[in-house]
Every structure is written in C-alpha cells, then in structure tokens.
DNA sequence: CACACATATCTTTTT
DNA sequence: GATATGTGTG
C-alpha cells in the first residue's frame, strides 16, 4: 500500500481532532441535511457521534442497518473522510452488499463503490494479498473451503498412522477452526486441547496442516483471519499504514464477532496496539493474558507516555451495532463477550441503545421481549412499539400431531394467505434444522406452492461445479494439489489410488508440487506405459491452457478446459436423471464468470461469497433455517418444530449447557422477532427422525412465552384420514386439544396443556436423548442442565389413568403394553416399534 | 483399475 | 432415509 498518498479528507486536512468532532456536530446545529429526517433522536445521536469508540445496541427491528449506512452517508457528505478512508465490516456478503446499495441510494452515483466495506474474511484477503510474501504465501494464494480442508487433514492423519476412522478429519477440521477462531496458532494451543485428538497427536497435525498449507501457497477460512493479524503484529509500519488510512470504522453485527475478528479490530482501532505489536507477542499470549488480569485497557510496559504519536494519533473512531440478544453463532466461536465488554476494551466509549422498533407488533415484541429476559447475562433492552394496532393478532402457538400435519396445515394456512392476496414473498417458515425444511417442500411441490430455499444446498458446492473450479485452480496455481487430485482422474483416465500415491509420494519427496511432479515423472520409467501417455497429455494440456490465460478471454479459456479436459463429454455421456441440470450448472458457471475480469477473480469470488441469488422477482415462501433468517424480516412468520430435543437442540443443551440453553433462546427470540405482523409458533407430537418416528413434547420456550400476548389454537381441523396405516377418524381429538375448556379461554389451563407442559419438564427420553454415548438421566423431576434447575414451570401434572400392563394402541407405533408410568408418560413396549415413551392422551386403551 | 454392491454413519446451525 | 465410504468382483 501506499501509505496516505491521496487520502487526506477534503475538510480535515491539517484538523485536529477537536475540529473535526466539531465539523462532525456542526450539521446538527445548522439546517439538518436531509438524510437526517426521520431518524429518532437515538438514530440520530448514533449517526453524529462520528468521534471516539461508540457502541450501538440495536434490537431486533430498530433501524441499525439505517444507522450505519446513514452514519457513513454523514461522514461523507460532511468530508470527514473519503470513501477510502472508510473501514466497514459486515459479516455476511449479503449484509456488505446492502450496506453498499443504500450508500449509493443515499449519497448518489458520484461516489465510487467503497473499497473497504466488506466481510472480515473479504477484507483480510484483499490486505493479504498485497502482503503475501510478508506472512510466508504468494500473492495469488488459494482459499480452501471445508471440502478440501478435510480431505488434507486426511491425508495428513493417514500419514501419520492415525486410524482415521477413530479420529476423524472432519473433527480436526472442526478443532482447528475454532484454535484459528481464538487466534491461537498451533504452538498456543492449550495442552489439554492439543492432547483432545489422537492420543495428544493434535498439536502435530495442526502444525503440519499449516506448513502444507504454505506449500500449496493456501489459506483456509480462519487463517485469513489469523495470517492478517500475525501480519500487523509482525509488521508494524504495514499496520500503521492501515492505521492512517482508516479514519472511521464500523463493524455490523458486533455481538458475531469472534476472538481473532475483536484481535483484528483492534489492531486496526488502537493506536496503542500498534506500538503493542513492535514487541512481537504472541498472539493468543497476549489476550490470554489480559483476560486473565480481567482489563482490556492499554497493554502496560508497552507504551511510553512519551511517544509524540499519543497525542498526534488518529482517536478510536471504531463504531461497532450489534445485539447481544441476537449473538446465534457461539458455536462457530463467536464471543458474545466481545460486545458485553465493550466498554472496557475501548476507553471512554459511548453506548447508545436502540429500542423502539418499527418492525413488529406489540404483541410480537412482548412475546419476544418476554422470552428473551429468561437469558441472563444480558446488556438489557426493551424492545418497544408505538404502533397501535387494535387488529392485531397475538403471537400464535398451535399443536399438531406430527410433522406431516404441521407441514400440511401451514401449507392450508399458507394458501389460505394466498387467497386473500398475501404475497407469498411476505411469509417465511423458519426452522432449527435443514431436515425439516424437506417436509415443506414435499407438502409445496405436491401443492404447487411456489418457495424458494434460502441458503439451502449452494450453487458451488455441487460435484460438477467444484470440478470445474478445480480445473481452473490447478490453471491459475499448479501448486494447488488440492484442486490436481481432485480431477486427476476426473473424467476416468485410468490413474487409479496406486498412480495417484506414486505421484504424490514423488511430490512429497521432492518438496514440490504434484503436477510438477508429474511432469518430472514421465520421464522416467517409474509409471506404466498407459499412465504415462495420459499424464503426459493432461500435464501439456495444463502448461497449455496457463499459457493462455493472460491473452484469452477467460470465458473461453473456460469453456476449452472443460472441453479439452473431457469434462463436458464426461456428462454428456452420462445417462443418469441428474446430468442434464449438471450440464446446465457448467454452463451457469461459465456464464456467471462474465462480469469477472479474470478466472483468478473470479476463483476468489467464489471462495469467498458462496451464496448465490436466487431470484427474489418469483413470488413464492421463503423457507431457511432460523439462522439465516437473522437480518431478515416477514409479515408472517411460521416457527415450526419447537419442541424439546429440537428447540432447544438437545445437542446445544449437552455441548453448551446453560449458555447453550441462552443461545437457543436468542434463536428463539431471533425468530419471533422477524415476524411483523403474524407469527405461528407449532409444536407436533410425533416427528421423524432418521427415518423413524420418534414421540417428542412441547419446547420449554412455548412456556416461556406471556400468555397476555399469546392466541393458543387448535391445528386446522382435519386429524381424521391420514397417518399410519390409513386410520380413519380421529380417536385422540378429545383426549387431546378438544377438551372442555380449551385453552383459548383462560391460557395454559387445558388438561392437554398442562400434560403438554408436565412432560417438557424431563427427558424426551428418545428422540434425542440418547444417542451417541451421552446419557439420559432421567430422574423423574425437572429438567436439569450441570445439575441446575431449567425448567420450573412443572403445572400440575395430571397422573395417567393407565395401569402398568395395560394393553394400548398408539396411532404411530401401533399396539404395545405399559411397562412403565411416570406421571402422564407412559413407557410402552411396542410390538412392532418397541420401547417408547409417550403421552398417555396419544394411546388409547385396548 | 473400474464398477457394483454392501455397509456404516450420520444429520444444527455456516462466513 | 440418504449419502459417503469400503469391499469384492470382473
């Protein structure tokens, strides 16, 4: 980079920092520029406080997205700063590309695209590029996704003689991202972390990983991360470059932020960092270290009052909007501390929180509010609304017997909406897992309702495409032999695992890569006769079409090499159902490259925005899971699936224990809070799983909902006709939900409801529970988690009036015999299914 | 070396 | 139930 050349701000020049907090008021004052209109006096404070660190708490719905492209639209328009002088992170590409329209909305075409607004993974590899060579890569470095990230690791277990079987790679793969998620490289890694795999053997391998990760001149996710930090600390007159370029920073979605992303930050933030990093800490040492003795101030011993940069220093004018109550990737190694401490890491800052929300209704909000104070932990919000809609419906929870009749009954609902001229657009079913979004989509296609899965299955994650790209990366660099091994025998060529294993070990032996390898072997006579022609002719083909990048259009140059390597015709002669629409997905490749420059532009636009559009111009449901759902907003909202075992995932329950509950209900509270004007809460009875139909109870958060904001409705009608074994009628309404005093009229007082709510007190006791080696300790009381007490809201439970040994019939599982009775659940020894536990209301007597 | 079949494993969330 | 492996045969 080039220092500051060009990049003193228009008014600024030559200002100190009073005088341009100053500038930065002035507006204020004087005629109120027009993008200020509108916003409410905290939106408007958090737009002006353009000086020193300042944190929005932003609740769900409250306009944050509005603050920050506003707050940046300020500073532009006021020249504090050029577009260039901007640092804006987002999270997510979708989230930075918003960001980018509304800027252009609102300050016109006259400025260019900002170069610094992106994602963090985005913006540490533009930097990282310019500075390969500083942190051991060359610049055109590949990205590695998961994908090959695993089939290295692989390699590398096998290598070392671990069982591969025992110790898998993906569980590597996983350990290693969250080491590079702390920042901690493999030397930094706490023992009895390192010692988690393979017998101790886990320190090695994540070395190893790194130094064949240099030799194939790569990166994996996390390293764009880590790399670029070791690449300030290690240097710092490179970081004091990026320090006087960015003058203003933002970060979206703050409470996302993980360990190396808040170690990033504030490098780039602190000046006092910077004079930190001359002094070559380690890089996990140093924050361990200040953990530990509980500050996040200034590191002592490093800076000398003394130094005239303290005074001359650009001030910390980080502004960081997040929720804390949205903080949903914990287990992707997000910190939700990182946002609880922001006062204590950036002095003197100020918070400004946003809570009157535009998005929803009271209703929804209360529910949501409501559910989300039984967190702790929290910075502490109240979501509230002047809108006043006496029509307003209440937050919906309705029951269903199973999965089937959950999907057809919002199906109805859905059609219902459609008729009364509800855009199918407008209506989004979120859920927990991806394998119930399939239920929806069967119920969809044999209903001819249009949806569209957001962020399903991706585009470059198909076989075909992934092939491709490998071609192209093997083009672009022939030391990717990630890429090499992947296609070498892709279309067949007859180079089987022995042909492959000669080359590598040749590579490996030689420290070179695998297709110079190639090139070396066939030479000499250690391949077969037939092996040898083949490779040959790939490996000229190869040296061939790198010869030709520079002076091909990159489309072509494309297309040739899937012609010329045989990949086309590969599918061309494929006679299966799916190679059509995998002939088509090329050519969509093909075509989705035009608008890059080059392949090696667009190889990286690949790596790094995996999420392709699918059009918004269709009307039609959006179905996604509750994660991708964030940011996002609904007029009606289906939640379905809550249900324990589900919602909360008994997995975030066994790994994450009580913040795994809190982060569960943040998912929760995330997604009532999407809805604006409906929002249908369901919990069924009986789900499959694995093929198998498995009896579950209603989720704790249904009981953590207010009753004052919350409708509890009957399931659209029809129980009679289907299930197993085509039963007709329906024999469990009245023991159900049809009860004398059904719960519309005074809440959760239903005997159905308060059996309902009895048994989400224990242990689904099969569904979830037992699985995989952990136990279910069922102690026939309350829920617990570590031993803490979770769930209180045991309602008197009703005793079942069934007898041990009494013969029942279950719609689901057929006949069976009472082996066991706790309360209104009843353990019942299926002849068919076997040992089940269910609710009594759900068997009939026999 | 390629193909077909069998087996095992697994399913939370993803930049 | 589906996919990704591994095994055995041609």
Redesign the pocket.
């Known amino acids: 980079m080039n220092g500051n050349d060009t990049n003193q701000p228009p008014s600024s020049v030559g200002m100190g920092i009073a005088a341009r907090a100053a500038a930065a008021r002035a507006p204020a004052q004087s005629a109120t520029p027009n993008y200020l209109e509108g916003l409410n006096p905290e939106q408007r404070e958090a737009v002006l406080t353009t000086e020193g660190p300042l944190l929005v708490l932003a609740g769900a719905g409250t306009g944050k997205t509005r603050v920050l492209t506003t707050r940046i639209t300020h500073i532009l328009s006021e020249k504090l700063a050029w577009p260039s002088q901007i640092l804006a992170v987002t ?3 979708k989230a930075a590309r918003e960001m980018k329209n509304r800027i252009a909305l609102m300050v016109g075409e006259t400025v260019e695209g900002m170069p610094w607004l992106g ?3 985005s913006i540490c590899v533009k930097i990282l590029r310019r500075h390969a060579e500083l942190v051991g890569l060359k610049s055109g470095f590949t990205i590695l996704d ?1 994908d090959d990230q695993v089939r290295l690791l692989k390699q590398l277990i096998q290598a070392e003689g671990v069982d ?2 025992r110790w ?1 790679a ?1 569980q590597l793969a996983n350990l290693i ?1 969250g080491w590079k998620n702390k920042a901690l490289g493999p030397n930094e890694i706490a023992e009895g972390e390192a010692r988690a795999f393979a017998n101790g053997k886990g320190r090695e391998l994540y070395r190893q990983y790194q130094e064949r990760l240099k030799v194939l001149n790569a990166c994996d ?1 996390g390293d764009l991360l880590v790399e670029c930090i070791r690449l300030f600390r290690e240097n710092p007159d490179v970081l004091a470059d990026y320090h006087a370029r960015f003058r203003y920073i933002l970060v979206d979605e703050y409470q996302d932020t993980n360990v190396a992303q808040y170690l990033w930050l504030r490098l780039l933030s602190q000046p006092s960092e910077a004079r930190a990093a001359a002094h070559g800490k380690p890089i996990g040492q140093q924050l361990r270290a200040e953990i530990a003795a509980g500050l996040h101030e200034e590191p002592k011993g490093n800076s000398q009052s003394g130094e005239p940069d303290s005074a001359s220093a650009p001030p910390t004018n980080i502004c960081c909007v997040g929720d804390d109550d949205q903080s ?2 914990g ?2 190694g997000a910190e939700v501390d990182n946002i609880l401490r922001f006062d204590k890491d950036f002095k003197d800052a100020t918070v400004i929180r946003l809570e009157r929300n535009y998005r929803s209704t009271s209703h929804i909000l209360s529910a949501a509010s409501h559910l989300i104070t039984h967190n702790e932990g929290r910075l502490g919000k109240t979501l509230f609304t002047d809108i006043d809609d006496p029509d307003e419906e209440k937050v919906r929870v309705a029951a269903g017997w199973d999965s089937e009749e959950e999907a057809r009954a919002i199906g109805e609902e859905i059609e219902a909406l459609q008729r009364k001229g509800h855009a199918l657009n407008d209506i989004a079913i979120l859920m ?4 119930q979004m399939r239920e929806f989509e069967d119920r969809f296609v044999t209903l001819g309702l249009n949806y569209r899965v957001v ?1 399903g299955p ?1 585009f470059y994650e198909r076989m075909e495409i992934r092939d491709a790209m490998a071609y192209f990366r093997v083009v672009t660099q022939p030391a990717d032999d990630l890429a090499f091994e992947r296609i070498v ?1 892709t279309p ?8 492959i294993k000669k080359i590598r070990d040749h590579a490996r032996s030689r420290n070179i890569p695998m297709l110079a390898a190639v090139h070396e072997m066939v030479e000499t006579e250690e391949l ?1 006769a037939k ?1 040898r022609t083949t490779l040959k002719l790939l490996a000229l083909n190869f040296a061939r079409w790198a010869d030709l990048i520079d002076n091909t259009s990159h489309t072509d140059l494309a297309e040739m090499i899937l012609d010329e390597s045989g990949y086309t015709e590969m599918w061309q002669n494929d006679r299966s159902a799916e190679a059509p629409g995998r002939l088509d997905n090329l050519k969509e490749l093909i075509r989705s490259m035009e608008e890059f420059e080059g392949l090696r532009g667009f190889l990286e636009h690949v790596s ?1 925005v ?2 392709t559009d699918n059009n918004p111009d269709l009307d039609a449901v959006n179905l ?2 509750l ?2 759902a964030k940011g996002l907003e609904f007029d009606t909202v289906f939640l379905p699936g809550w249900e324990e075992g589900l919602f909360p ?1 008994q ?2 329950l066994d ?2 224990g009580r913040s ?1 509950l809190e982060e569960e209900r943040r998912l929760a509270y995330v997604g009532i809070t999407r809805a604006r004007k409906n929002c249908h809460i369901w919990f069924v009875s009986n789900r499959r ?3 198998q139909w498995q009896a579950s109870i209603p989720s704790r958060f249904i009981d953590e909902l207010p009753h004052a904001n919350v409708e509890v409705v009957e399931a659209t009608g029809n129980y009679g006709g289907y299930g197993v074994g085509g039963v007709g009628g329906n024999p469990y309404g009245s023991s159900r939900f049809h009860t004398s005093d059904p719960f519309t009229r005074s809440g959760y007082s239903s005997p159905g409801w308060k059996r309902a709510q009895a048994n989400a007190t224990d242990e689904t006791g099969s569904a979830w529970g037992n ?2 080696g952990h136990k279910t300790t069922y102690n026939g009381g309350p829920r617990t988690i570590e031993g803490e007490l979770v769930a209180k809201s045991v309602i008197g439970a009703e005793e079942s009036s069934f007898g041990m040994g009494e013969r029942v019939f279950h719609m689901k599982f057929g006949y069976g015999a009472i082996i066991g009775i706790d309360g209104n659940k009843l353990t019942i020894n299926f002849e068919k299914a076997g040992e089940k536990r269910v609710l009594d209301s759900f068997v009939e007597r026999h």
Not at 432 to 435: E, G, H, L, T, Y
Not at 492 to 499: F, I
């Open positions: 999270f997510t590409n994602t963090f993974h998961t591969d079987k898998p993906r991202d996710f949903i990737y287990w992707r927990r897992a991806s394998f962020g991706r025998n067949k060529r007859g180079l089987g695992d022995t042909t077969g092996q790094l995996m999420d996604m899971t994660h991708s995932h997995r975030s790994e994450g795994g799983i694995h093929g699985r995989s």
